[in-house]
């Protein structure tokens, strides 16, 4: 099973809401990442976590929550967001989260296209 | 900014001709990945050099990195139609992946 699983797909939600995005994975994967990707733009890093603890934050607003509640599972809670935050998240997970591993290669959810009116 | 720039920002071409992009990038690295990513979907994973190789080969893909330079290129030979997507350069330190601005390919049948 090589699969990273997203939901929901779409999302649509009022500034004043309170949502959460899904991730999970299968593979016994130890990392995995939170990206932001804009139209015709690269995915931006959000967040990454490294054994389920939180490693790197990308100076992302604290409307954004991670939360990975186990190895399988990745969570991103939303609150009070604002209509420049709709975009496509991205969640991936790769092999490890060790420093220097060469073949350290990321698998990638479908995405969850999020509006915020 | 820890993104690296591509170029061309976009390619058109016809099937069966070849499709090369470049990527540079600031950073020291512990391998450098190409991705693909076709319209609203996620990425998916083509191919990874290491900072000690200079080229790599996987079908009809070909990967050169020079580290001096800090310089990547992909070449997709005979192109089909289905490689119509985007795609992005991956700089790799450790479990931190920092993508470039991608390359907008067409194939044209």
């Known amino acids: 099973d090589t699969e990273v699983t997203q939901t929901p797909k779409h999302l649509v939600m009022g500034m004043t809401n309170k949502k959460s995005l899904k991730c999970e994975q299968h593979?016994?994967?130890?990392?995995m990442y939170w990206y932001k990707q804009k139209a015709k733009k690269p995915p931006e890093l959000m967040f990454v976590?490294?054994?389920?603890?939180?490693?790197i934050n990308e100076s992302v607003p604290s409307r954004f929550s991670p939360e990975c509640p186990n190895s399988s599972l990745l969570n991103l809670h939303l609150h009070a967001l604002q209509p420049e935050d709709s975009a496509l998240y991205l969640c991936a997970s790769s092999l490890t989260g060790l420093a220097g591993v060469a073949k350290n290669i990321q698998y990638f959810g479908a995405g969850t296209r999020l509006s915020v009116l | 900014s820890q993104q690296g720039e591509e170029d061309p920002q976009a390619l058109s071409i016809q099937e069966g001709e070849n499709a090369t992009m470049n990527c540079s990038y600031k950073t020291s690295i512990n391998n450098l990945q190409w991705y693909r990513q076709n319209s609203g979907r996620g990425l998916v994973h083509l191919i990874l050099i290491r900072s000690n190789e200079r080229e790599k080969h996987s079908g009809r893909l070909r990967v050169t990195l020079d580290t001096s330079k800090k310089s990547s290129s992909l070449l997709i030979t005979a192109s089909r139609a289905a490689d119509t997507a985007s795609y992005f350069c991956?700089?790799?330190?450790?479990?931190?992946?920092?993508f470039g601005t991608g390359t907008s390919l067409t194939v044209i049948p």
């Open positions: 593979m016994g994967h130890r990392a």
């Open positions: 976590y490294s054994y389920e603890k939180l490693s």
């Open positions: 991956a700089t790799v330190k450790g479990n931190q992946f920092y």
